[in-house]
């Protein structure tokens, strides 16, 4: 009669503020939209989170992979984690619970140890990989945090689009000089840019992919590059100042840069002998893609490198970046394709449509185990891109839903979009 209340205990998921870099990335990969966000932290819903697992693999920071033990009646809720500039300490259970008793054991909710069906769900959740290529080298991540952020000296800063268009688009070389910064072609950096928000809170680190390979924008030098479009417009096409790139496009060389990361764990390039890249993008998305087509570059003559094939979209030749050293690249190192959506004169073109027009090509090199694919720039080409590889696939008679899987599950395609 008098036996208390069963506890009901949670196994609450929490997204650490310190850690996180507001990528977006698990809002849009959580399957039941149990993460939102404002303008301080990206939090999860207590009442939806149902532990899928599906937002950790792609987080490239590993902030959402934060647990805590709670009663369920007392867990975080939304307007509590929206307001926290850092995780909060673990609480006590009450002994009832803590003690596993009849009252205590219920649910340990989210289900951070995924079994095989949730694993399953996670890998359908999202388009691209959840783990790297098999023979990519061991990345390095957070070793720098909001709290701990290193200072980076500019050396380097120009416009790599034609000046007379409206696509302002830099490349930023920053070193770190004896410092240690390790990083690997695919992986990002975050920004801090100096002031404070609307709410005087200081600015959140804003990422950035590398350009560079990991021996450096300058090989042998303790540098690397990004390439950052200078934003004066939302999605929408509205004015609108981007605090950070505006903030990087108008750094002078010796200015000091606060930098964080490096971040990212499976957006990375193969390492073996004969691994072939397709790599798709457009813009600033290119970044990844020059790093990766760098590294390969220097590599000739020293390994046996695969095939290189780019799709790269831009609205004209003048707005896209490294248009000049991309074209002197030699033509049997890397297959280059251009789609110019905007280029007067020519029919609008975008990377899906030259992913159809070279189909046999690149039907040839998905049959080939060591071929990776990377796709990175705006969110929109991501449905037309899997449209065309689909139908590329399809047009030979073979099964797209066995090969995408396959080429998840070995970490061959991947995807970087905002
Ligand atoms: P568009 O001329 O239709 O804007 P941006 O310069 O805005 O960064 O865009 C880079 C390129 O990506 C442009 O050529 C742009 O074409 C193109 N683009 C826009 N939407 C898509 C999409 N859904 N799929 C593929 N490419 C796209």
């Known amino acids: 009669m008098n036996a208390p209340l069963p506890v009901e205990v949670l196994k609450q998921h929490l997204i650490d503020p310190e850690i996180c ?4 990335t698990c809002e849009e990969t959580c399957p039941v939209d149990a993460i939102t966000h404002d303008s301080n932290n990206y939090v999860v819903d207590p009442e939806i989170c149902n532990g899928c697992m599906a937002c950790v693999p792609p987080c490239p920071t590993g902030s959402i992979d934060n647990w805590r033990l709670v009663v369920r009646a007392e867990a975080y809720s939304v307007q509590d984690q929206l307001g926290w500039e850092e995780l909060p300490q673990e609480k006590p259970l009450p002994l009832d619970a803590a003690a596993g008793g009849e009252g205590g054991q219920a649910t340990p909710a989210p ?50 689009t034609g000046a007379d268009t409206e696509s302002d688009i830099h490349h930023i070389v920053l070193d770190f000089g004896e410092q240690p910064f390790p990083v690997l072609e695919g992986q990002s950096i975050g920004i801090l840019p100096p002031g ?3 709410q005087g809170r200081p600015h959140h680190a804003r990422q950035y992919s590398l350009a560079s390979p990991r021996d450096g924008e300058r090989a042998g030098y303790n540098n690397l ?32 840069v606060q930098v964080i990361g490096p971040f990212g764990h499976t957006f990375l390039m193969p390492n073996h002998p004969q691994a072939n890249l397709i790599m798709i ?13 760098e590294r390969s570059r220097r590599l000739i003559g020293t390994a046996d490198i695969g095939k290189l094939m780019l799709f790269f979209g831009a609205r004209t030749e003048r707005e896209l970046p490294y248009f000049g050293p991309l074209m002197k690249l030699p033509r049997d190192f890397i297959d280059i394709n251009l789609a110019l959506s905007r280029e007067p004169g020519q029919p609008k073109r975008y990377v899906q449509d030259l992913i159809r027009e070279r ?20 969110k929109g080409m991501e449905v037309g891109v899997l449209d065309a590889l689909r139908d590329v696939v399809v047009q030979s008679g073979e099964d797209w839903s066995i090969l995408h899987d396959v080429l998840r599950r070995e970490g061959r395609l991947h995807f970087e979009t905002y």
Do not use: F
Not at 225 to 252: E, F, I
């Open 225 to 256: 590059s990004l390439t950052v479009k200078r934003v004066t417009q939302d999605h929408g096409g509205a004015a609108a100042h981007g605090v950070c790139s505006n903030y990087l496009c108008d750094l002078a060389k010796n200015d000091t």
């Open 111 to 160: 289900q951070a140890e995924a079994g095989p069906a949730q694993a399953a769900a996670v890998t359908a959740a999202t388009p691209g990989a959840a783990v790297p290529p098999w023979s990519a080298a061991h990345p390095y991540v957070n070793l720098y945090t909001h709290k701990t952020p290193i200072t980076a000296t500019v050396v380097g800063n120009y416009r790599v």
């Open 359 to 378: 189909a046999a090509h690149v039907r040839g090199l998905l049959a080939d185990r060591n071929t990776c694919i990377y796709v990175c720039g705006l």
């Open 21 to 24: 870099i507001r990528c977006n």
């Open 281 to 293: 993008c457009t813009g600033t998305g290119s970044a990844p893609m020059r790093a990766m087509t």
């Open 196 to 198: 404070v928000d609307a």
